[in-house]
């Protein structure tokens, strides 16, 4: 299948064009770069003949706000006329998460100018929303910049790597056409001047970030829902979100956009490749904090494996690894009604009660599962002297992004 990737040079196409090679598929990294203008129109009626898909991920070189709207309102017109011609069957557009709530902006006003163009066109589309690049911080640290200090909103927000977005395009692209938008964002939440604060510190900048709450966002105010996802409702062909994983700290420093890597143990991942036999692995090696317990609780969830289920529409397969300290346990809980879990102790022994069972402890090999509506009275390292891990594999509406609810 020939796939056209519009903006294959940038900091998402380029990851995007390696991943859709790396599984075999032809595909034109189109830029100026390559001798693909969008705005001009030169080489793509060439770029796109015989290609089934268009991924348009290309960016506007300036954020001036009359140059970014005429830059993708022009581009976006002639990328949809030449797919017309072309006979293209699917157009894939990356846009911004909370884009419509920022209409102060010109930047978002450009990518909602964007986004009504693929709705109105005759081409079959999926637009992918992404929330803030993790590897964008930097730029966002700039763009608020006021003489020595940065000015930014604690507004809430839930970035995401462009590893992860260049994985989500790519399942987009491999799909059939959604005629609908996807929310995608990392599972980790910060408050934007605090993730500003971290990134600078980790690049050891000096620069002071001053919390203001009326301090624009590339001209917009922010509140709470700004930027964070939730706008489309978990219908089951938009339910990509949340499949990204954040990054932590070192990351954040590292220009190149590198993820941190928490490599598992020989021993996990020879469970692992058994357990996920038949499923993509490309996420295999990728972590991510999923929410750290109670520091009491002295448990650490990690996700270590995402990936949508494709012969299951809807649902993703999630895996867990549980870090119990000596003594540590996590609170009584319940996962969302659609997860089917199986968990495996891989170092020491659990103790464990799901609803009225009895309280079993679990040593390192052995298994149990939790049905959809199961509740997780007790989850406990059974040693207080020695740690104990558990993987936890769900199967789950791709929807339900949050696997652990603590009892109220
Ligand atoms: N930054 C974020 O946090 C964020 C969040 C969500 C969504 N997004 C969206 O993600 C998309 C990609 O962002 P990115 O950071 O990967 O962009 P980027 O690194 O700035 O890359 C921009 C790409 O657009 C190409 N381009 C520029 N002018 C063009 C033209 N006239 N014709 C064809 N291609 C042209 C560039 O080609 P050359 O290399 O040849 O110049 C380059 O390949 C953007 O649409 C952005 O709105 C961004």
Known sequence: MKIVVIGGTGLIGTKLVNRLRHLGQEVIAASPTSGVNTITGAGLAAALAGARVVVDVANAPSFEDAAVLSFFETSGRNILAAEAAAGVGHHVALSVVGTDRLLQSGHFRAKVAQENLIKASSIPYTILRATQFFEFTGAIAQSATDGQSIRLSPA??????????????????????????IDLAGLEQ??????VRRFLQAKQDAQQVITDRQAPYFGALLNDRSLTPG????????????????VRDGAL??????????HLTKGEQKMLSRLLYGVAVAALATTATLADDPPATKSKVTLV??????????????????DYQPGGSSPAHTHPGSAFIYA????????????????????????????PGDHHGV?????????????????????DVNLVTPDK
């Open 156 to 181: 809430l927000m839930r970035p995401v790597s462009s590893d992860d977005v260049a994985a989500a395009l790519a399942d987009v692209t491999s799909g059939a056409p959604l005629n609908g938008t």
């Open 190 to 195: 910060f408050r934007l001047d605090e993730l």
């Open 231 to 246: 706008d489309h409702p978990p219908r089951r062909a938009d339910a990509l979100r949340g499949m990204a994983q954040p």
């Open 253 to 262: 420093a590292r220009s190149d956009g590198a993820r941190s890597k928490r």
């Open 305 to 322: 494996f995402d990936h949508l289920l494709p012969n299951a529409p809807g649902k993703s397969m999630r895996c867990v690894l549980v």
């Open 344 to 371: 495996t102790v891989l170092e020491g022994a659990i103790r464990s009660k799901v609803n009225d069972g009895p309280e079993k402890i679990y040593h390192a090999g052995e298994s149990f599962a939790e049905l």
């Open 379 to 399: 989850s406990a390292n059974a040693s207080n002297t020695q740690p104990a891990r558990l993987l936890a594999v769900f199967v789950v509406d791709t929807a």
